[in-house]
C-alpha cells in the first residue's frame, strides 16, 4: 500500500518581512513576523514571443520572453499596531524602504513545508476597513505589494 500525499491546508501560513538589502542575520533578528488572515497573489506567468518559421506553415514556436509577477495581497484584522498603513505612508513622505519577504506555509505540527519568496517589495495599495452598524464582522485592512521577483524555496528555507 503506497503512502497517500495529501494536501496541506491552506490556513496556516505566516508572512516575515524585512528592509530589502538586509543581512541574514540582522533580518532574521528584526523581520515583522505577522500573522494575516489572507494572502493571495503568488503568481507568476511567463510572455513568449512568437516566431514563424519560413517553410514551416503549420506551427509557430514560442520563446520565452518576460516573466510577470502578479501583486500580493494580504488581508488581516486591525489592531493596535499600525505597522502596515506605516510602511505604506512613508512612501507618501518619501522616506519609504522596500523589503524582501517570506511567505511560509506550514503544516499541522507548524513545521514549514513551502516557502515563497519575493524581493524589493513596495506598498502600492492600502485599504481601510469597511463599517457596518448593521454586522458583526471584523475591521480588516488589506496591503498590495507590488514585487521584482517570486521564487520558491527550498522547504523551510526562512531569510
Not at 500573522?35 to 510572455?47: D, P, T
Not at 514571443?49 to 519560413?54: K, V
Not at 458583526?136 to 498590495?144: F, G, H, N, R
Amino acid at each position: 500500500m503506497a503512502d497517500r500525499d495529501d494536501p496541506f491546508g491552506a490556513y496556516n501560513f505566516v508572512i516575515t518581512l524585512i528592509d530589502s538589502g538586509s543581512s541574514s542575520t540582522s533580518a532574521q533578528k528584526g523581520g515583522a513576523v505577522a500573522g494575516f488572515s489572507e494572502c493571495s497573489g503568488l503568481e507568476v506567468s511567463m510572455q513568449t514571443e512568437d516566431y514563424q518559421e519560413g517553410g514551416n506553415n503549420s506551427t509557430t514556436l514560442k520563446f520565452p520572453k518576460h516573466m510577470n509577477y502578479t501583486n500580493i495581497r494580504l488581508k488581516r484584522g486591525i489592531t493596535a499596531s499600525d505597522d502596515l498603513w506605516q510602511w505604506f505612508n512613508d512612501f507618501i513622505d518619501g522616506k519609504g524602504k522596500r523589503k524582501d519577504g517570506t511567505i511560509i506555509l506550514r503544516d499541522e505540527q507548524q513545521k514549514a513545508v513551502k516557502t515563497w519568496q519575493f524581493k524589493r517589495g513596495i506598498p502600492v495599495k492600502w485599504t481601510g476597513p469597511t463599517f457596518n452598524a448593521m454586522q458583526s464582522q471584523m475591521a480588516v485592512q488589506e496591503l498590495e505589494i507590488a514585487h521584482e521577483g517570486l521564487k520558491l524555496a527550498p522547504a523551510g528555507a526562512e531569510k
